[in-house]
Structures are given as C-alpha cells and as structure tokens.
C-alpha cells in the first residue's frame, strides 16, 4: 500500500513563485511514489474577507494552476475543501482539545493578526491551523509537502493527533511535514527579511504565476539588491541570495554555478538573465492555463470530492462514536 499525502493551497489571491516552488514543485515529483490527496482550502481563504466572486474564480484558478504545473488526476485526488464537510465537523471535535496558548504561538496569525490589527482579525484566523490539522489527520496522511512556514502548522497537527489518540484510543496517523530544498522560503522581492506572500501590500513584494513579460521585467528591475555589485551567494546578502535561489531553482544551475556565470558581470546583467529565466518558466505554464476550460475543472474536482467523501465520512463517525456522540 502507498503512503497517502494531503496538501492544500488558499484560493486567496495570486499563486505566485513562492506557492510554486515551495509547494506545487514538490507534489508533481511525489504522485508518482505516494497516494496524493491536494485540496483548494477555500475555507481557509474565508479567514481574511474575499470578495465573494473572486473566491469562486480563484477556486478554480488554483485548481487549474495544480493541473497545468503536472498534478495528473489519474494519479492524484483534486477537490475542493467545503464540499466535503467533515473537515469543518472534526475541526470543532479538535477545538475541544486545542489549548488556546498553543494556537496564540502560531508565527503565521501572530504575522497576520500584526498585519491587519486584532481588532479586525476573526476568530477563523486564530482557529486557522486547527482546520488545517483536521484537513490532514481526517485522510490518515503521512506526508504533508509545504513550505518551511507551514512546519509549524503541521507540528501542532501532531501534537492535536497525539491528543486525541491518547484521550480516546488510536484513531489517527501522526503526520510528517516533508520539506526539501525547494521548500526553502522564496522571499518577497521588495524585502528579503519577509516570504514571497500573495496577500503582501504592494505587487513588487511577490512574482504571479500569472504575470505578463513586462510585468516580470519591471518587478525585477526593481526588485532589491544588497550593496556591492558582485553576484555572491551569501548569507550577508539576503535579497541577491533569494533572486539566486528563484534562477537556481527554476534553472536547475546551482548557485555556485551562477556565481561563476556572473563573475564581474554585474546585477543588471544577472537580472535580465533571471527575467528571461523566469518569463521562459511562465510562458508555457499559463499556455496551459489557458487551454484549460472551468468546466473541465470543476468535473476534475467534483470527482475528487466523490472520491474523498466517503474516506472523511467513515474517519469522522469513528471519531464521533469515541467521543461519546450518537450516529
Ligand atoms: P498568504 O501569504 O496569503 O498567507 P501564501 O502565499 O503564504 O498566502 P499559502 O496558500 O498560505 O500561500 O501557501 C500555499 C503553499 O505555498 C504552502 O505550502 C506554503 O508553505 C507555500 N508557500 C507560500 N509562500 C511561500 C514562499 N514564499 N516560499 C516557499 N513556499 C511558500
Ligand atoms: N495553511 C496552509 C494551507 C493548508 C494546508 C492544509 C496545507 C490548509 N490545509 C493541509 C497542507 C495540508 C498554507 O499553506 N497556508
């Protein structure tokens, strides 16, 4: 029997290289080894306001973006979250158990809750990694591919699983977060302290999947760089070592061999090359994109729900019979 992994990406505004590489990379290399569930968590988008509208056109985007970079869905199983309503069922059994300091420790709502002031921020925002472990642990997944920032999450979805099991007897897996070198955080252009992040501020923080070759060209060119002009891959320079890391990564060059490439060239020269490096990477992905029909998609999905929804059903009564609940 195949392990199974479970990953998910918020329908809440641009994909952009960071989701890409962090992220839908890896999934494509691992549905060939694993049994591979990956969700469009749109009610973890609803935790910030979404236009309506949009969520429903970004729903699909999201999808279309996971089919056109290689998630072939004869291997792997697409759907999207609210449609299978066991998730938000055993995340309220889990919210029993979650300790309320254990979720104010999050860095990612302690990001966001700095971001936009708590007085605005709803409680599905505090709520949030709770969902997510019960996306995971209703499946029995083993592996969890994410980016670093999402480490933590799945580290609190074990201790939640370990909680439970031990409270109630075995009933769930203990998850896994698979990470590789590709997982590593793609920084925001516009500051390479913060990650590449589709709700940032201003659009020169992020590269969009869906962006045109002016669009690229122009965030790169303004994109910042440490002082100095040599090309060097180092810790002491953030902002070029995170542009290296987007040419090396979508190149298959290594950093040290970029180095080499750039001797006394320049960043002006190196900037062009890596706009070309990225235009090339996107041209024929958002070909794709576009030869892809909504209703294709959304047949992709409703299959995949079909598929989920008696897993999640079964998973949640035995929880529900534990617990002491009536079925
Ligand atoms: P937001 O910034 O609005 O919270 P996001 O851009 O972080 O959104 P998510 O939907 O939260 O996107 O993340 C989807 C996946 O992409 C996760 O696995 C996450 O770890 C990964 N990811 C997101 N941003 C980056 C990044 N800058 N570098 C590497 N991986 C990333
Ligand atoms: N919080 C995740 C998205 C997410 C997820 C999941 C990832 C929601 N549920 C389950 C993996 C498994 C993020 O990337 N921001």
């Known amino acids: 029997m195949k392990k199974r992994i479970f990953s998910g990406i918020q329908p809440s505004g641009n994909l952009h290289l960071g989701n890409y590489l962090g992220a839908i990379k890896n999934w494509v290399k691992l549905q060939d080894e694993y049994e591979s569930i990956f969700c469009v968590v749109d009610m973890h988008a609803i935790t910030v ?97 994410v980016g670093k920032d999402q480490k933590q999450h799945v580290e609190l979805t074990r201790t939640l699983a370990e909680r439970f099991n031990k409270k109630f007897g075995e009933t769930f897996v203990i998850p896994k977060a698979y990470t590789t070198e590709t997982s590593e955080n793609i920084m925001g252009l516009d500051d390479p302290s913060k990650k590449m992040s589709k709700s940032a501020k201003s659009e020169y923080n992020y590269i969009a999947l869906s962006d045109d070759e002016e669009t690229v060209r122009r965030k790169i060119k303004k994109a910042v760089t440490d002082s100095g002009s040599e090309i060097v891959y180092s810790d002491e320079k953030p902002a070029l070592k995170n542009l290296i890391n987007i040419y090396s990564l979508l190149s298959e060059i290594s950093p040290k061999e970029i180095e080499k490439k750039y001797v006394s060239k320049g960043y002006s020269n190196f900037k062009n090359d890596l706009a070309d490096v990225v235009i090339n990477f996107l041209t024929p992905l958002q070909q794709k994109i576009a030869d892809l029909t909504d209703e294709k998609v959304l047949q992709i999905l409703e299959a995949g729900a079909k598929k989920v929804r008696p897993i999640a059903k079964k998973k949640l009564e035995e929880v529900k019979k534990k617990i002491g609940f009536i079925i």
């Open 49 to 145: 306001p979404q236009d309506p509208a949009e969520l429903r056109r970004r729903t699909i985007e999201v999808a279309k973006v996971y089919l056109a970079s290689g998630i072939d869905p004869k291997k792997s199983t697409l759907f999207i979250q609210s449609q299978i309503s066991e998730h938000a069922e055993l995340c309220w059994i889990l919210n029993t158990i979650a300790k309320i300091p254990e979720l104010e420790k999050m860095t990612q709502f302690k990001d966001k809750t700095q971001k936009n002031g708590k007085e605005s921020s709803a409680v599905g925002l505090f709520d949030y990694p709770v969902l997510m472990a019960a996306d995971i642990i209703l499946y029995d997944t083993e592996l969890v591919p």
